[in-house]
């Protein structure tokens, strides 16, 4: 397709185990972004990938969340030990540089509920 | 972290109506892109506008029109002539370089 593609649209998960997101940036796009969205909220800047490269994780809240961009395209999102606080909606964008001056298009997001 | 207003939480115009959408931001940077985007109970983000900070001309395309103010730090957001499809969720959206810092958005309902 020619958007950004996030699956799964859903993910229910226990308390503690592992999840993995993915997301698949629109094609040629070097710049790839996490976000996270609670609801009523804004989203919540979590980690950038500049190509292959996490060039800006400041927004990972703890040592639990992880993402990798292996070949610079295809991104995954891994949370480990699931907390009932880490159910969001999580958007992923990819933008064609990464800079300032261009926007960025997103995915229609996963939403994760831990239970 | 820089902080991103958006003062009103919920607005409600009737159809036809122009509205305003107001966004105040934090900087210590002195260049930097404001971006506006809209989020439809679909859920995802849609990119609106942006406009950079070395350009205070305020501009129109089509039904959408900005008012930036640097010396205020505001940059408000206006949809003339309001139409049920603009039932969205607006988000005001600094880019200082490296991401964007979203305010917590106005809910706009646009009644018929």
């Known amino acids: 397709g020619a958007g950004v593609s996030q699956t799964p649209s859903n993910k229910v998960t226990e308390k503690g185990k592992y999840v993995e997101l993915r997301c698949d940036p629109i094609?040629?796009?070097?710049?790839l972004y996490w976000y996270r969205q609670s609801l009523g909220q804004g989203p919540e800047f979590l980690i950038y990938?500049?190509?292959?490269?996490?060039?800006?994780d400041s927004g990972l809240p703890n040592d639990r969340f992880f993402a990798v961009r292996p070949e610079g395209s295809v991104s995954t999102l891994k949370i480990q030990r699931t907390e009932r606080g880490d159910s969001a909606m999580y958007l992923c964008?990819?933008?064609?540089?990464?800079?300032?001056?261009?926007?960025?298009?997103f995915g229609q997001g996963t939403r994760l509920t831990v239970v | 972290a820089q902080k991103v207003t958006q003062a009103q939480t919920e607005i409600s115009v009737v159809e036809k109506e122009d509205v305003t959408l107001d966004c105040v931001y934090e900087?210590?940077?002195?260049?930097?892109?404001l971006f506006w985007y809209k989020q439809p109970p679909s859920g995802e983000l849609v990119f609106l506008i942006r406009?950079?900070?070395?350009?205070?001309q305020n501009e129109i395309s089509g039904r959408y029109s900005w008012n930036f103010q640097k010396s205020t730090s505001s940059f408000n957001f206006t949809i003339t002539a309001s139409q049920v499809v603009d039932s969205a969720v607006y988000f005001c959206?600094?880019?200082?370089?490296?991401?964007?810092?979203f305010g917590p958005g106005t809910r706009l309902s646009v009644l018929p």
């Open positions: 964008a990819s933008s064609l540089q990464g800079k300032a001056s261009t926007e960025a298009f």
């Open positions: 094609s040629g796009h070097t710049a």
């Open positions: 990938f500049q190509g292959t490269g996490a060039a800006d």
């Open positions: 900087t210590r940077d002195t260049t930097y892109y």
């Open positions: 406009r950079n900070s070395f350009d205070e």
């Open positions: 959206a600094p880019d200082y370089g490296q991401n964007f810092v």
